[in-house]
Structure formats: C-alpha cells, structure tokens
C-alpha cells in the first residue's frame, strides 16, 4: 500500500508597524458658535458629525462646514452659521 506524502503549509502574517514616537494621526476638533465640540467618532463624517450635533444645537444643520484647518494639535473644522435673509 502507497503511502500518501502530506503537504507542509506554512503561513505568515505581519502586523502593521507601530508608528514611530511623536508621529500618529491628530484628533478631530469641531468649532460650532464659541463651542469646541469632541469628535464623537473617527468612522464618522463631517456631515455625520454635524448631524450628530444637531440633537444639541438644531441650527447646525444649516451652517456651512469650514475646513479642515491643520494646527499643531488638531485638526478643526468650523461649522459655520450661514448669513442670509430668512423667508
């Protein structure tokens, strides 16, 4: 009786490095009306973000997103009010 050979399979899996000290992505900042607003997740999006809000500040939903705006700590984007005559 033949005897069967057996196949070796070897995987390899690599891990993402590790960046490296002082270097890593900013935190997202919102700036609605004098307000620094935490960003309530990275998975979101600018507009998700400004709906998220709206809960707390309905008028959001109107305003104009500025940015993103790079500053040594953060990265802020602006909702702004927008200017325009009502009716």
């Given at each position: ?19 490296a ?27 998700e ?28 984007y ?10």
């Amino acid at each position: 009786m033949a005897t069967k050979k057996r196949k070796t399979v070897t995987t390899t899996t690599t891990t993402p490095a590790a960046p490296a000290p002082g270097v890593g992505t900013l935190p997202r900042v919102f700036l609605y009306s004098g307000y620094r607003l935490a960003d309530p997740g990275t998975d979101k999006s600018v507009e998700e973000v400004r709906d998220y809000y709206a809960q707390n500040y309905p008028e959001i939903l109107n305003a104009e997103i500025k940015g993103p705006v790079t500053t040594d700590a953060a990265i802020e984007y602006t909702f702004a009010k927008r200017v325009g005559a009502k009716g």
